[in-house]
């Protein structure tokens, strides 16, 4: 029965499981939309050149560019600054490429769409480092090759970052490109560093004291509650869908319980009403009821003999 409501519990969770990973499953896609429009912002491009992508009308506010680079001498040179970042010696690509695209994301106002974090605020927005292999520059839909930064780590520096309410300590927030979420320390200057591709922010935590109403961080501060409240009812839902499953399962359960109880009841019944208990045989390892001849023999009512 433990594995029985353990596996009931499981199922209560399912909604909430699925709910989770749809927002990483979103920015995979927007990360694709993106590297698309970052390579067709390329015509003849030179090496080491940023140039700016252009994003579909429904995704206004989003930056994109790319960059076009041999692998040497990203391994050996490094780019000094690509717009917020700044790409040290020795970072290498993995599976290696003779050239590679850096695309590069600024994810703007839509920053809380891709990646909304529960309990922070963004105080910049979400920039994004990705890269692709730079052999076919028509091509879509390219896997993302792992850059892993070996000698000192890729710095970000964050030009524009929205005072931090008092009280509260700003963080570098960093997605991998799986969904999965990490805080680290903010580097003096609004800095923060990584050894890997990804996305980046500074968030703070949002339940620290906010400034007085009337400043204009403040109504963006409003704002954002608004967004998480809406996160917290659909959680909420989830959840309430969740026990409802579960309801159902366990009222499946009994009735599938009740229905065998009742199939044993009526057997127990049918034996009861044929008085004579029937001898039990054993046939091949299980017993069954054996009747013994007829019980009562048939007789011939006009005796008629040929
Ligand atoms: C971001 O701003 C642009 C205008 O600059 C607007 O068209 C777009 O709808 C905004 N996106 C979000 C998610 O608010
Ligand atoms: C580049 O990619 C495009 C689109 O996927 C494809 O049609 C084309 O054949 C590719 N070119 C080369 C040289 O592989």
């Not at 594995?3 to 749809?22: E, I, Q």
């Not at 989003?62 to 050996?76: N, P």
């Not at 929205?162 to 609004?190: E, I, M, R, T, W």
């Amino acid at each position: 029965m433990r594995v029985g409501t353990s596996f009931l519990a499981l199922l209560a969770l399912l909604p909430l499981l699925l709910f989770l990973p749809f927002s990483s499953a979103q920015s995979r896609a927007l990360d694709a939309i993106l590297q698309d429009c970052a390579f067709k912002a390329f015509f003849r491009p030179k090496t080491g050149v940023s140039y700016d992508g252009k994003v579909p009308k429904t995704l206004t506010g989003i930056k994109v560019a790319a960059m076009r680079l041999r692998s040497g001498s990203l391994r050996t040179r490094g780019v000094e600054r690509y717009k917020e970042f700044q790409i040290p010696i020795g970072v290498v690509e993995q599976p290696y490429v003779e050239r590679l695209v850096l695309v590069y994301h600024n994810l703007g106002n839509w920053s809380e769409n891709f990646y909304p974090l529960p309990g922070y605020s963004y105080l910049a927005p979400v920039l994004g480092l990705m890269s692709y292999s730079g052999a076919n520059l028509s091509a879509s839909d390219l896997p993302e090759l792992y850059l892993r930064a070996s000698d000192r780590p890729i710095l970000i520096k964050f030009p524009h970052v929205k005072p931090a309410p008092q009280g509260s300590v700003p963080k570098c927030v960093y997605f991998d490109l799986h969904g999965a979420v990490q805080f680290d320390v903010l580097l003096h200057g609004n800095v923060c560093s990584t050894v890997q591709q990804g996305h980046f922010s500074i968030v703070v935590e949002s339940n620290a004291p906010t400034p007085a109403p009337a400043s204009a961080a403040a109504a963006g501060f409003n704002k954002r509650g608004g967004r998480k409240k809406y996160k917290v009812w659909i959680i909420v839902a989830c959840l309430i869908g969740g026990c409802f499953l579960l309801i159902l399962l366990s009222l499946f359960v009994a009735k599938v319980r009740s229905a065998k109880q009742g199939m044993k009841i009526q057997q127990l019944e049918w034996a009861a009403e044929s008085n004579e208990p029937l001898q039990m045989a054993s046939i091949g390892g299980t017993k069954a009821p054996l009747a013994i001849g007829t019980r009562t023999r048939p007789t011939i009512e006009n005796d008629y003999i040929p």
